[in-house]
């Protein structure tokens, strides 16, 4: 039970990978705070997994405002945050740049970006105070390199990145680490819209091409994602910071 007593926040948990590592963690002991604007798919999760002692906080991750309220209910109940998944996050309209509007662009960045920005500006002030503390972003190989019909996506992914970085370094001092991940494609709902967009006729066609060029050949799990985030939370990975780990099934070495 290596997150026995640890209370962790999970934002985009009603979603399909913050649902698997809400899972792998509460089997690891955790008290959860899963957060999300979807509070029918956030109460639903949280009956699916069975979960001991949780609370749940509908929030928009766009909002500074109710970020803030999330950390403190947090602090309210639990009085401490070992671990916070910054992981909610949209895909955006899909079309090339040239055909995206500034409203599109402008919610990518608001959820992706300033949501993110306020998550570690807020979980940070009080793990800053604890002197401890986990943090792993959720970024993407579009994080990485260039995502055709995905700009926006791409362009907020890699700020996930200097987000991390900079964190990392601002307070390894006080004993907190800062990790992102950066997942090809997994196997939730944000992959089966994109391939039905793609291809809408037949979105198996569309994974099918896919995954002929992931060397491994198939999607992630999401469970084989959280598996990840709780390595990268946990004492095994202690001088681990300011890390970016692709979980691509080999994408970004093609
Ligand atoms: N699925 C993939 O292929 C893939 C690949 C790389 C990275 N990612 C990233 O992983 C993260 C999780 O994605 P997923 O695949 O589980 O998708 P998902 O759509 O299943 O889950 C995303 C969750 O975020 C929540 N959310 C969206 N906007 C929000 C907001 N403003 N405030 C609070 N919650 C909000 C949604 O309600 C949803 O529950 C995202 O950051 C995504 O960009 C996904």
Redesign the pocket.
């Known amino acids: 039970m290596e997150f026995n007593d640890k209370v962790v926040l999970i ?2 948990a ?5 649902k698997e590592a809400a899972r792998l963690f509460h089997q690891q002991g955790a008290k959860l705070v899963l957060i ?3 509070q029918e ?1 956030l109460e639903k999760t949280a009956l699916e997994l069975d979960l001991g002692d949780y609370m749940i906080c509908v ?4 909002s500074e405002e109710s970020v803030e309220s999330y950390v403190q209910a947090a602090i309210d109940k639990y009085n401490k945050i070992d671990v916070f998944f910054n ?5 955006g309209k899909f079309g090339k740049l040239t055909e995206t509007t500034a409203e599109t662009f402008g919610t990518v960045l608001d ?2 970006v300033k ?1 993110v920005f306020y998550g570690l500006k807020h979980v940070l002030k009080v793990m800053e105070k604890q002197n401890f503390g986990n943090i792993v972003n ?1 970024s ?1 190989v579009a994080g990485c390199n260039g995502s055709p019909g995905l700009g926006a996506y791409s362009a907020s992914k890699h700020a996930v990145i200097g987000l991390t970085k900079t964190a990392s370094v601002e307070v390894a001092g006080k004993g907190i680490r800062v990790n992102a991940i950066c ?1 090809a ?2 196997n ?4 089966e819209e994109l391939d039905s967009i793609k291809s809408p006729d037949d979105p198996g066609k569309a994974r099918r091409t896919y995954e002929q060029k992931i060397p491994l050949r198939r999607y992630a799990e ?1 469970a084989e994602i959280a598996e990840l985030v709780l390595f990268l939370c946990s004492d095994k990975s202690s001088y681990i910071t300011g890390g970016v780990y692709e979980i691509d099934g080999g994408l970004t070495a093609t």
């Open positions: 934002t985009g009603a979603g399909g990978i913050g999300d604007l979807n798919a929030a928009d991750v766009r992981n909610a996050g949209v895909e959820v992706n949501g959720t993407s997942p494609p997994v939730t709902r944000m992959m999401p």
